[in-house]
């Protein structure tokens, strides 16, 4: 297997042991604004888009989706070693990219123009840089590339794309917002639903109300998610988590709940939209991420400024 071009180790952070650490790798399309750069790319080709990226090393990308939730698991990091200056079960971020290391300059250097705790910076030139994703031990990939999630799904890896857009800007508090089926769950309901319907699907709930779901492509990371939110209490804590699902709480809710309590999995607030919009409650969560299997609740969401990530259940 061929190695990673070029891994930048960022020597203004601390380095984490990521078998202890919750991995999150990003693309830099994710975490920056970069589309006029990928335009440039496409129209020109390579060479044009490493000049202008070499041309323009000192000026700072502008923030992309993902960004927020970058900043946010920062915060995160900083409460939970004010809790205890030894913790190990930290976020870890690493960066992931298809650029040159000579085009990458400008990516560490924006980095550290805002700030960022990016342990990491790995330019790979490889066409599936996926490959590298189980050897980071990441927990979750971030793309603005779709066979890039797609390749990650099934290499096992927690992943969902992400869609530049206009975002507001969240409070401190990391806030992640879950969908429920095909996110979080399985899509064992999703199937039955399509092929018999709403009443068929009500049917198979009931009768399945006390086995747990199936894991859903999420789940692994909601877990270790929720193994930092227990290090706090609830008044104090650095993280919130949410499900907003289209299941409706009377016929479909009780299943739902089992599940995460089979699984240890303590959600803050759970919303069963019983199939209304969910752009309303995201307006009032707002959070720094929202997974969704639907692309038209990704839509609804962007369209009120909540970053989102859609997990495709079809590759």
Not at 42 to 60: C, I, M, T
Request: glycine share 6%.
């Amino acid at each position: 297997m061929a190695e990673p071009e070029s891994t930048v180790l960022n020597t203004d952070v601390k380095q984490k042991d990521p078998s202890e650490a919750l991995v999150i790798a990003v693309t830099t399309r994710a975490i920056f604004d970069l589309e006029e750069e990928h335009a440039l790319f496409l129209a020109k080709g390579k060479d044009e888009y490493v000049r202008h990226q070499q041309a323009n090393q000192n000026k700072p990308l502008p923030p992309g989706t993902a960004f927020a939730f970058i900043q946010a698991v920062q915060y995160v990091n900083e409460q939970l070693l004010a809790s205890d200056p030894a913790e190990r079960d930290l976020f870890d971020v690493i960066v992931l990219s298809n650029n040159s290391p000579e085009s990458g300059t400008r990516i560490i250097n924006s980095a550290k123009h805002y700030g960022l705790d990016i342990s990491k910076f790995c330019f790979v030139s490889d066409e599936d840089s996926t490959q590298y994703l189980k050897s980071h031990q990441v927990k979750l990939f971030l793309s603005a590339d779709r066979t890039d999630v797609c390749n990650a799904l099934r290499r096992g890896v927690s992943a969902a794309l992400v869609f530049q857009q206009e975002v507001q800007t969240p409070s401190t508090q990391l806030r992640v917002v879950f969908d429920g089926d095909a996110v979080l769950f399985s899509d064992e309901t999703d199937q039955v639903f399509r092929e018999k319907g709403l009443e068929g699907a009500v049917r198979y709930e009931r009768a399945m109300e006390a086995v747990p779901m199936g894991e859903g492509p999420l789940k692994a990371f909601a877990m270790h998610l929720g193994k930092m939110r227990k290090k706090f209490s609830q008044e104090k804590s650095p993280i919130r988590t949410y499900l907003v699902t289209a299941r409706s709480g009377r016929d479909m809710g009780i299943r739902a709940i089992k599940t995460l309590r089979e699984w240890g999995l303590a959600i803050d607030e759970a919303f069963f939209m019983d199939g209304a919009p969910k752009g309303p409650i995201l307006t009032q969560i707002q959070p720094h991420i929202f997974f969704d299997d639907g692309l038209h609740n990704i839509q609804g969401a962007q369209e009120v400024g909540v970053p989102s990530a859609w997990v495709p259940s079809q590759c």
